[in-house]
């Protein structure tokens, strides 16, 4: 299964751009999640966040103001995943904790993908990818994992991973916050 990790993806001044003068503006508009990786209501005292979508499933169309902004970083993941089209786009950010807090082990859609993280931000609280598998998102997740990797969230780093591989996220406790851009790739015929 495809596990990919890239370095110094976007251009630097690209990316600044897109860093600095738009996600972390002081005029960047965040949505609320009560929980930042499940769309069930329900987690931990820790496991809220917060999003900005770009484009959702099942249309794929652009809900944000935003988004002009970010056709080149996502046509330049979707070249890197060699997919046709992208189906979901969003911000999510977490915010400090005061101890380690693993957010709910997900895969983000049913449907054949390659997920995708691009870093905004340097900080802690890593990506954990798992050797188990599920085509169901509603699946539940079995109680004994094996890890296969650990991401540090480096900005500017890109991680393209088989869509079907659980996988979570941690909240930082060292930096204020853990910014990324999540995004999902597939196929036309899927």
Known sequence: M??????????????????EHIVQSPRFEWSYLNNVTSAKDEGDDWSFGYTHVLIET???RPLSP?????????????????????????????????????????????????SCILYINDTDGDTIMYEETTKDPSAPIPEKLTERERIKPVANRLVIFDGYILHTGMSPMKNKNRILLNTNFMADDQ
């Open 58 to 60: 099942p249309t794929g």
């Open 66 to 114: 935003h988004f002009p902004a970010f056709i080149g970083a996502l046509c330049d993941i979707q070249e890197a995943t060699g997919l046709d089209k992208c189906t979901r786009a969003r911000l999510d950010m977490t915010t400090k904790t005061p101890a380690p807090f693993e957010h709910q082990v997900h895969i983000d859609t049913a449907r054949p993908n390659y």
């Open 2 to 19: 495809k596990l990919e990790v890239i370095d110094n993806f976007l251009s630097p001044t690209y990316f600044e751009y897109l860093n």
